[in-house]
């Protein structure tokens, strides 16, 4: 029930390559952080490299990605990648909706996401909201209250 190994790269952007200072407000990513970057498609390739050194992509190894909401998998990733011309990793097609998840273990739906989902759980937000590698703090220690609880997670993805 602890965080066993992290994933963390900045990605250059292709299409827009200057970040707009919405994204910069919502994420807290400046400029400086995505020039000279990897491309995505060297990233995933990178995901993929790491995924297999962890033993992730071992077919006796059950793992799932974990996401808030469907759009990070199900819109995002696959239309960047069909934009791209890129394959998308068959790990990148199944996943549990922690929004669904919460809302199975507890009868309230989490309208305001991590937010509502650490308040309702009594936790303490970690880092800032939008910060991909923050929201995957919080996604781990809301799974692992839950896990304590007794909920048992299961894929909330319709199989691709």
């Known amino acids: 029930m602890e965080i066993e190994s992290t994933f963390h790269m900045y990605v250059q952007p292709v299409v827009h390559p200057q970040l707009t200072p919405f994204c910069t407000e919502l994420t807290g990513i400046i400029q400086a952080m995505v020039d000279g970057q990897p491309s995505l498609q060297q990233v995933l390739e990178r995901v993929d490299e790491w995924m297999a050194k962890e033993g992730l992509?071992?077919?006796?190894?059950k793992s799932i990605f974990v996401t808030c909401g469907?759009?990070?998998l199900k819109?995002?990733?696959p239309g960047q990648s069909q934009y791209l011309g890129l394959p998308v990793a068959d790990y990148f097609k199944q996943w549990i909706n922690l929004k669904k998840a919460y809302s199975f273990a507890t009868g309230c739906?989490?309208?305001n996401g991590l937010l509502d989902?650490?308040?309702g759980l009594s936790l303490q937000h970690i880092g800032r909201p939008h910060s991909g590698?923050?929201?995957c703090k919080n996604i781990a220690n809301i799974m692992k209250t839950l896990a304590y609880r007794g909920?048992?997670?299961k894929q909330t993805s319709k199989p691709f």
């Open 109 to 111: 739906w989490p309208k």
């Open 133 to 135: 590698i923050d929201d």
């Open 117 to 119: 989902m650490n308040k």
């Open 70 to 72: 469907d759009w990070d």
């Open 57 to 61: 992509l071992d077919p006796n190894v």
């Open 151 to 153: 909920f048992i997670f």
């Open 75 to 77: 819109v995002m990733l």
